[in-house]
C-alpha cells in the first residue's frame, strides 16, 4: 500500500530535550516537505527536499532541522525544543513535477512543556 | 509572497444542500491547485488536482474549478452528505495552504 508513515504519532517532551519525528515514504517519491499546523493559521511549511541531499527551507524553518540521506526517509529534528514548537506535523511526498498529488502522513501531535 | 485564502472559514448545511467552497490566491501564475480533505485529528486526504492548464477537475459528487485570471478556486459538493463533514482545504502547488473551511452537514 503507497503511504507516507510517520512517528511518533503523540509526543509529549520538556523544553530543550532533543527530538526526532520520523517520516518514510514507499511511492519513490523525490519531493518530500514538512508542515506544521496551527489552529488559524492553517499549514505551514517548515523544510522540503527535492531529492536526496537537497533541503530547502520553507516559510517557518527556525528551530528546525532536516537531512535526506535516503530518498525515502526525511527526518524532521528538533535540537532544543520550545514551547512554540507546540503543533501538528504532517510530513508530505509528491513525485518532483509541478503536476502531481501530494500525499500526506497522519501527522505527528507534539506538546512542548 | 503567495496568499492562499478560504472564506468562509467554517459552514452548516442542512443535508441534501449543495455545498460551495471557496479558494482564493494572489498570484495567477499557479503550476496547479489542490483541493484535500482532513478529518479531525487526521492527515489530509487529496479530493482533487487541477492544474494550471485545466479549467476544472471532477470525482464524483466533487467538481472543482479554476479562474486564474480572478484567482480562484471553487469546490463544487453536490446533494451533501453527513459524511461529507470535514475540513477542505486548498493548496497551492506544494507550497501554500489556506487555512481551510469547517463544513458541518445536518442529518
Known amino acids: 500500500e503507497a503511504q507516507v508513515t510517520q512517528n511518533p504519532r503523540y509526543l509529549i517532551t520538556v523544553t530543550g530535550k532533543k527530538l526526532t519525528v520520523t517520516c518514510s515514504q514507499n511511492m519513490n517519491h523525490e519531493y518530500m516537505s514538512w508542515y506544521r499546523q496551527d489552529p488559524g493559521l492553517g499549514l505551514r511549511q517548515i523544510y522540503y527536499s527535492m531529492n536526496v541531499e537537497v533541503t530547502d527551507k520553507g516559510d517557518v524553518p527556525e528551530g528546525y532541522k532536516v537531512s535526506r540521506k535516503e530518498k525515502r526517509n526525511f527526518p524532521l529534528i528538533l535540537e532544543s525544543p520550545s514551547p512554540n514548537q507546540t503543533s501538528l506535523y504532517f510530513c508530505?511526498?509528491?513525485?518532483?513535477?509541478?503536476?502531481?498529488?501530494?500525499?500526506f502522513g497522519p501527522g505527528t501531535r507534539l506538546t512542548v512543556l | 509572497k503567495q496568499e492562499v485564502t478560504q472564506i468562509p472559514a467554517a459552514l452548516s448545511v442542512p443535508e441534501g444542500e449543495n455545498l460551495v467552497l471557496n479558494c482564493s490566491f494572489t498570484?495567477?501564475?499557479?503550476?496547479?491547485l489542490q483541493w484535500f480533505r482532513q478529518d479531525p485529528g487526521k492527515g489530509l486526504t487529496s479530493l482533487l488536482l487541477i492544474q494550471s492548464s485545466q479549467r476544472e477537475q471532477t470525482s464524483g459528487r466533487l467538481n472543482a474549478s479554476l479562474d486564474k485570471s480572478s484567482g480562484r478556486s471553487t469546490l463544487y459538493i453536490a446533494a451533501s452528505q453527513p459524511g461529507d463533514s470535514a475540513t477542505y482545504l486548498c493548496?497551492?502547488?506544494?507550497?501554500?495552504f489556506g487555512a481551510g473551511t469547517t463544513v458541518t452537514v445536518r442529518a
Open positions: 508530505a511526498s509528491a513525485t518532483r513535477g509541478r503536476t502531481d498529488t501530494q500525499y
Open positions: 498570484d495567477s501564475a499557479i503550476y496547479n
Open positions: 493548496a497551492r502547488y506544494k507550497l501554500s
